[in-house]
């Protein structure tokens, strides 16, 4: 066990190393610099110059990276060519929103889809099983985009149970900030409602067939015992290699909500800096994101384990 | 019991049946299960009756296909929940399992009725680990604590031959070989000391030289514990020094059922010869063929008129074809069979016209004469045997 979770965090250290370097190549490659976006189009060619001195722009690409990565060892991250900022501190205001987001979201997705396959899985083919797995499909199929609009017409501007857009920071009041994360985190649960009831759903009837179902039958065992002592934790594979995917696309995958309600999280930021070519604050939070997402699957990884003690040995 | 001298594994079926108290602990009655499924209704048993006595073994054989497997679930009752239509009468110990209530069921489940499974690999929990699947029935049908419900699953292990079972009891199923596996769900199947259990191949997953161990192990537990088994299998060498009496499945029918001595010394039913004859014989010489049955069993959605045997039989006459055979007795009540021109010394009573008739002289030359009773028999004419009360 401790072999296995020490090999998975060298694998984490190689990739990190790995995303520093693609997330640095990734924005110098781009075509365009930040002294359009800072100077205008219509600047000389000479005060071009001056700009990029100062930014250390006029580097070999090897050496900006050495001293990008040397500062981050440093805890620096840089900052922003445009407004300044230091990107630590654009990171550790927006990502606790994302956070936030993320995990209201998939709170709700787990807490609908899990207790609705249990249900199901037991009688498939019922009506409530296909009620259920059309509803899902319906889900799958409306992005964001389209679910957010919806509910901001209905529940913000129709009923006005919720604010349309704004933030609350949760540190000021608890139950504001929740308040007004109720519509994003709904707007980008459904998709994960859908992906996760589909797959337990498919796999709790598959496992429901197997022989050591069968066998937990004959010991006399009750369907509820069953289900949850037998059936539950061998269902859960696929559900939680998914969930690991998917809350990992999410933490820079939620730019359309974050704009479509004004909230203040990375997702945001990272696609304003990326149009400006500002070249530290796309490079620190594609870092920071990509290895928090690696480190989800790490985390994913850990889980597996506990669920499924085969999993060590290979 | 009085046979507790005898060897593991030959216990002579006579003694054993008089030594077995009046009533049978199974009464099987006109049994029928079927599977709807798209393509029509599959009938996978279709009327079978039989009787287990407390402490005996049932061996049921039949290819696959033949419809044991679901028999040996359709006893306990253990069938999928949809589409499945089941009916007759199933009485255990007095109790008619057909009418119990789930509630019901599950307090005999694992308690006084309990099965071993066919696939070690796949009939234990991958992700539980193997003393938990033993306490788990101890604690809910015998209402151990933890405690000793742990202790018992130990001495458990410990007795199907699992070396340090204490340590062993925390492992996971995928850590042991399947031999151990399949010691592991005999341990499972026996927790409670149930009076039945249902063996359904037990070892057919396993190494040739771990088979024998697993079914000697099963006949000492079974002696010490006073159990009955039901051994099914597709094997007659399985069954043959282990059942008390043999029951041989075609189609989802019984075809042959005796004791198992007569079974194999006065065979009746073509389709059991040719199961025998399957056998590879360490007699035979040096790359002697295989002797095996051509073509399939039958569709059992669509199964043929008359016998069911009758388009892989060598025997077949126009009346096979035509009409099925009852299941009926000829000499001693306890042998009945189902079919038109029983053998008699392992050569067919059918009319010789046959272009088979070569075949015949492969039949077993070795057949005890003394164990064909019947002398009523007039096979010359090829008339059917005089049917008797069954």
Same mark, same amino acid.
């Given at each position: 066990m401790g072999k296995y979770l020490a090999r998975r965090a060298a694998q984490l250290l190689v990739v990190s190393f790995i995303i520093s370097v693609l997330a640095f190549l990734l924005v110098h490659l781009l $075509? #365009? =610099? $930040?002294s359009v976006t800072i100077? #205008?189009?219509? =600047?000389t060619e000479a005060n071009r110059a001056i700009l990029f001195k100062q930014l250390g722009l006029d580097k070999p690409l090897w050496q900006q990276y050495i001293t990008w990565v040397t500062a981050i060892f440093h805890g620096d991250l840089g900052q922003s060519y445009l407004n300044h900022l230091p990107v630590t501190q654009i990171l550790t205001t927006g990502f606790p929103v994302d956070l936030e987001l993320i995990v209201i979201s998939q709170i709700i997705a787990f807490s609908v889809a899990i207790p609705l396959a249990l249900v199901v899985a037991r009688k498939p083919n019922q009506p409530l099983d296909t009620a259920s797995s059309t509803a899902a499909f319906g889900l799958l199929a409306l992005p964001p985009f389209v679910v957010a609009p919806i509910m901001v017409a209905v529940f913000a501007v129709g009923l006005g149970w919720f604010p349309a857009t704004g933030w609350v920071p949760l540190t000021q009041s608890f139950t504001e900030n929740l308040h007004h994360m109720i519509l994003p985190s709904l707007a980008i649960t459904a998709g994960s409602i859908a992906v996760y009831y589909r797959l337990f759903r498919s796999d709790l009837i598959a496992t429901l067939q197997e022989d050591f179902i069968t066998m937990a039958r004959s010991k006399g065992l009750t369907n509820r015992r069953i289900m949850w002592r037998h059936a539950f934790r061998p269902s859960t594979f696929s559900l939680l290699a998914a969930a690991g995917v998917n809350i990992g696309a999410l933490i820079a995958g939620t730019f359309v909500v974050e704009f479509l309600f004004a909230l203040p999280g990375i997702g945001y930021s990272l696609v304003q800096a990326v149009y400006q070519r500002d070249y530290l604050v796309v490079q620190g939070i594609s870092l920071v994101v990509a290895i928090a997402f690696v480190l989800i699957q790490f985390i994913v990884d850990f889980i597996f384990t506990v669920v499924d003690p085969r999993v060590v040995r290979e | 019991m009085s046979q507790t001298t005898e060897p593991i594994g030959s216990v002579s079926p006579s003694e054993t049946a008089s030594a077995a108290d009046g009533k049978p602990l199974l009464i099987v009655e006109d049994l029928h299960t079927s599977f709807r499924t798209t393509r029509g209704t599959v009938r996978a048993v279709d009327g079978v009756s039989f009787e287990v006595r407390a402490g005996t073994t049932l061996g049921i054989v039949g290819e696959s296909g033949s419809g044991k497997t679901v028999l040996s679930r359709s006893v306990m009752g /253990? /069938?999928? *929940?949809?589409d499945v239509v089941r009916s007759g009468t199933v009485i255990f110990d007095g109790r008619n399992v057909t009418e119990m209530s789930d509630a019901e069921l599950r307090s005999v489940w694992g308690a006084e009725l309990s099965m071993i499974f066919q696939d070690p690999m796949t009939a234990l929990n991958p992700v539980k680990r193997i003393g938990r699947q033993i306490t788990e029935s101890l604690r809910l049908h015998l209402d151990m604590d933890k405690k000793e419900a742990d202790r018992t699953a130990v001495e458990l292990l410990r007795s199907v031959g699992i070396p340090s079972p204490e340590q062993r009891a925390k492992w996971y199923p995928f850590q042991l070989s399947g031999g151990m596996r399949q010691r592991v769900m005999i341990a499972i199947a026996l927790a409670c000391s149930p009076r039945l259990v249902m063996a359904d191949e037990p070892t057919t997953g396993l190494d040739v030289t771990v088979q024998a161990q697993i079914l000697d192990l099963l006949a000492d537990l079974q002696r010490d514990r006073h159990m009955a088994v039901i051994l099914v299998t597709h094997d007659l060498g399985v069954v043959a020094n282990r059942a008390d009496e043999i029951i041989v499945m075609y189609a989802g029918r019984i075809v042959e059922r005796a004791p198992t001595a007569k079974l194999f010394n006065d065979t009746k039913m073509p389709y059991t010869q040719a199961l025998m004859d399957s056998i590879p014989r360490l007699s035979d010489p040096s790359g002697a063929r295989l002797t095996a049955i051509g073509g399939r069993p039958p569709d059992l959605i669509n199964p043929p008129t008359g016998c069911r045997f009758a388009p892989r039989c *060598?025997?077949?006459?126009d009346k096979c074809r035509e009409s099925e055979p009852p299941l009926r007795t000829v000499g001693s009540a306890d042998h009945t069979f189902a079919c038109w021109y029983p053998l008699v010394d392992g050569v067919s009573t059918a009319p010789p016209s046959s272009t088979v008739a070569v075949d015949l002289t492969l039949s077993k030359a070795t057949t005890d004469p003394s164990a064909t009773t019947q002398t009523d028999t007039k096979p010359a004419d090829g008339a059917p045997v005089a049917e008797e009360q069954s």
């Open positions: $075509p #365009g =610099d $930040p100077l #205008g189009t219509n =600047d | /253990l /069938l999928p *929940v949809r *060598v025997y077949a006459q």
